[in-house]
Nanobody, 124 residues
Framework: QVQLVESGGGLVQAGGSLRLSCAASRRTSSLYAMGWFRQAPGKEREFVAAISSSGYGTTYADSVKGRFTISRDDAKNTEYLQMNNLKPEDAAVYYC?????????????????WGQGTLVTVSS
């Protein structure tokens, strides 16, 4: 079973940037699509972004399009979420996830593997 460990969360001012990382315990290239979800206090978990196992396909929630970029470095078994122009409403715990099905990420089906989460706080 692949294990995922997120890092890179923290406190940033509105308009600032953060890059989240998610390190996998073993190879995920060509095996697992990767993605990010987030959950703010009192709200349901929501899909943020996903990248296919090949790295050629990406998809984003409408709320982050044009501001967030997902990528993967398969040589390092790591995926990233570059977050620019952060807004207070982006504050949440961000979870890395992996699944063998790319489409599961936006179909509302919970990916099979999850990280422990990293907290992002955005001050206004």
């Amino acid at each position: 079973q692949v294990q995922l460990v997120e890092s890179g969360g923290g406190l940033v001012q509105a308009g600032g940037s953060l890059r989240l990382s998610c390190a996998a315990s073993r190879r995920t290239s060509s095996l697992y699509a990767m993605g990010w979800f987030r959950q703010a206090p009192g709200k349901e978990r929501e899909f943020v972004a996903a990248i296919s196992s090949s790295g050629y396909g990406t998809t984003y929630a409408d709320s982050v399009k044009g501001r967030f970029t997902i990528s993967r470095d398969d040589a390092k078994n790591t995926e990233y979420l570059q977050m620019n122009n952060l807004k207070p409403e982006d504050a949440a715990v961000y979870y890395c996830a992996a699944d063998k099905s790319y489409s599961n990420f936006w179909r509302g089906l919970a990916p099979e593997i999850w990280g422990q989460g990293t907290l992002v706080t955005v001050s206004s």
